[in-house]
C-alpha cells in the first residue's frame, strides 16, 4: 500500500500462533501517519503506544483504575441513569415522529453519556454533552487515513489538510482542558481523570500534561461510544428480522424479572440473551480489522518473513466466516451458542475462534464494560419496547460500510410500539 508493506492474516491457527503462543513478538505498533500522531501526542494512549514501558504504565492505570470488575460495578448507578434516559428520548421520539426512531444516534448518546461520566467525574447538560460529542466525530473525521499517509510524496499537496488538523486538534484541547479544570474546581465522584493527574510513568520524570491528559480521555471516550452504538444498532436490525429471536429475548426478560424494571445484576441470568451478544459480535464485529500490529524483531510466521516495522493485520470476518469453524456461518443463530452446541471463547486465550475486541496482549482493555453496556441497553430497550422495521413489511438492508467502525450502510430507522 504506497510506501507501506501490509501482512495480512485470517486463519485462526496462525493468528493464535502469532497473537497468543508468540504475543510478546506480535504487541507492538508501527509508525503512525503524521495526523494520528498529532492526536495521539506522539503515541501516549493504550491503543497506539509502542510496546514497552509507557503502554505498561498506561494501560495497568486503565484496567486496574477503571475496568476492574470492582471498579466497573461501583459506576453502575450512572449507567442506570443512563438506561433511563435513553428509553424516555426513544419514547419522545417516536411521540414526536408517530413511532419512528434512529437506532444508532439514541444508543452512541446513551453510551457517551455513561462515558462521560466516568471519564471526568460530572453530570453534563445536554448541550455540552452533544459539544464533546461533536468535537469527538471532528478528530475521528480528521485521523481517517488519507493517500498522502501511503505516498509522502505527496504531502506538499495536503497542507491545507494539515492545516485543518491542527486547528481541529485546538479545539479539542481547549474545550477539554476547559472541562478539565471545571471538574477540578467541584467535588464530584471518582473518575479516570483522577487517575491521570498525578500518574506516574515507567521512564518518565513528569506526570501527564493537558494535551496528554486531553488525549487519554479523548481515547477513554472514543474507545467506547461507536462501538457500543454500532452494536445495538446491528442487534436491533437481527432482533426485527427475525422475530421470533426478539420473542424469545423479551420472554427470558419477563421469565426472569417479571414486570419491574431490569437491573444490572439480572442480565447475568440471561442466557439467551449472553448467547445473542454472542453471536451479534460474530456476524457483526465492530470493525473488519483489528488494530494493526508490529513485530518488535524481524521472524517468520506460516513460512513467510515478517520484517520489524511493518503493518500486521488481522482480518476479522475470515475467521467469524470460515465453515471450517463455524456450522452454517452466514446464518444468523444465537442457538449455536446455547446447550454447548458450539462455542467460543472471545478472549481468544482457549483458541480463536471469534476475536471482536482483538486478541493476546493488546486485546482491547474495555472488552467486559463494553459486554455489560449492549447486554444493558439491548434488555432495557426490548423489555420497554417492541421493535418493527420502517417502513411496515419491509426487509432490513444489512449492507455495512465503514466509517470509525462497521455501521449499517442505511442507517436503521425502526417502528417501535411501548409495551404495556
Known sequence: MGTRTMIIISDASLIHEALIQRGSQFASRPAENPTRTIFSCNKFTVNAAKYGPIWRSLRRNMVQNMLSPTRLKQFGSVRKSAMDKLIVKIKSESEQHGGLIYVLKNARFA???????MCFGIEMEEESIVKMDEIMKNVLITVDPRIDDYLPILAPFFIKERRKALQVRR???????????KRNKTTTFFSYLDTLLDLKIEGRETTPSNEELVTLCSEFLNGGTDTTGTAIEWGIAEMIANPEIQCRIYDEIRSIVGDRRIEEGDVERMVYLQAFVKELLRKHPPTYFSLTHAVME?????????PVGVNVEVFIPGINEDPKIWVNPKKFDPDRFMLGKEDADITGISGVKMIP?????????GLAMAT???YLMLARMVQEFEWFAYPPGSEIDFAGKTEFTVVMKNPLRAMVKPRV
Do not use: K, M, S, W
Open 111 to 117: 453510551a457517551f453519556t455513561i462515558l462521560l461520566e
Open 171 to 181: 479545539e479539542q484541547i481547549d474545550y477539554v482542558v476547559g472541562i478539565i479544570e
Open 298 to 306: 524481524t521472524t517468520t510466521l506460516g513460512g513467510y518473513d515478517i
Open 357 to 365: 475486541f482483538g486478541v493476546g496482549r493488546r486485546i482491547c482493555p
Open 372 to 374: 455489560v453496556h449492549v
